[in-house]
């Protein structure tokens, strides 16, 4: 559309507002705020959704790479003869009560 022709095409709609009784503007603007809103929300609810299917698409991945480190630990474990970690000892000693001497 060439600036010629919306130039025009808004002095046609401007004109055509302008003739309208103060009603009807009022109307037509409550319309247009009506319309603005709806898109508005629409889009806001669009994007979430968006963005908790990208969050849930994350999550699935995560949960897959997780499973598959599991299971290769596991293979692991069975092909060394299934020998469990012995938890470690703590590395600190022990140390005997203070006597209290008077």
Do not use: C, H
Request: avoid cysteine; charge should be neutral; glycine fraction near 4%.
């Amino acid at each position: 559309m060439s600036e010629q022709t919306k130039s025009s095409q808004k002095s046609r709609i401007q004109a055509e507002f302008e003739a309208l009784p103060l009603e009807e503007k009022f109307a037509s603007l409550l319309n247009m705020e009506v319309a603005t809103l709806s898109e508005s929300f629409n889009y806001v609810v669009e994007s979430s959704s968006k963005a908790f299917d990208k969050m849930g698409e994350v999550f699935s991945d995560l949960g897959s790479k997780v499973e598959t480190e599991f299971k290769k630990a596991q293979a692991q474990a069975s092909e060394t003869g299934g020998d469990q970690p012995k938890p470690e000892e703590p590395k600190a000693k022990k140390s005997a009560p203070k006597s209290t001497r008077k």
